[in-house]
Nanobody, 116 residues
Framework: QVQLVESGGGLVQPGGSLRLSCEAS????????IRWYRQAPGKERELVAA????????TYGDSVKGRFTISRDNAKSTVYLQMNSLKPEDTAVYYC?????????WGQGTQVTVSS
């Protein structure tokens, strides 16, 4: 019953911004950390950002540090990824992820394309 649904992807120009959302259901949202991963064609999946259940601790991959911000609204069971100063190398499918009762759950992904 755990479900994660990403949205907000699209096509943007280099230097632009997007905000991704991950809506969760089926578990006590505030008890669990949420992570954003991305995967580009031919590339390994990489961790983009993570946030603790209460939102007090965040982690970012080196490639996005200073440009992306992860946040959460536990009242809405939603995690956000604000992406600024986007670069072509940010192009990927972005997935949100959580581990609940030792199960690893993923959303369907949302495509982000950064191109002029």
């Amino acid at each position: 019953q755990v479900q994660l649904v990403e949205s907000g992807g699209g096509l943007v120009q280099p230097g632009g911004s997007l905000r991704l959302s991950c809506e969760a259901s089926g578990f006590t949202f505030s008890n669990y950390a949420i992570r954003w991963y991305r995967q580009a064609p031919g590339k390994e999946r990489e961790l983009v950002a993570a946030i603790s259940g209460g939102g007090g601790t965040t982690t970012y991959g080196d490639s996005v540090k200073g440009r992306f911000t992860i946040s959460r609204d536990n009242a809405k069971s939603t995690v956000y990824l604000q992406m600024n100063s986007l670069k072509p190398e940010d192009t990927a499918v972005y997935y949100c992820n959580t581990v609940v009762r030792m199960g690893n759950y993923w959303g369907q992904g949302t495509q982000v394309t950064v191109s002029s």
